[in-house]
């Protein structure tokens, strides 16, 4: 599973990175990680407004922090 932080490394974005870390640990889920800085990346997906999360290609997130269980949702 390939899961991307949008976003150019203020601290909800690094919040997000450390959630998404925390929950897949916790429940043994095997992600592939990567934070995406670029700024024209990041519109590439149609986010304005980070941090954003994107799953397998699939924006489900931007411009707020998911609780655990919904990350927990998406990551599943």
Do not use: H, Y
């Amino acid at each position: 599973m390939n899961v991307k932080v949008l976003g150019t490394g203020c601290s909800k974005c690094k919040l997000l990175e450390e959630r998404i870390k925390k929950v897949a640990a916790e429940n043994n889920i095997d992600i592939d990680l990567e934070k995406v800085t670029n700024i024209n990346d990041i519109m590439s997906f149609g986010v304005m407004l980070t941090p954003g999360l994107v799953v397998d290609g699939e924006v489900k997130t931007s411009g707020k922090i998911p609780s655990e269980d919904q990350v927990l949702s998406w990551i599943q």
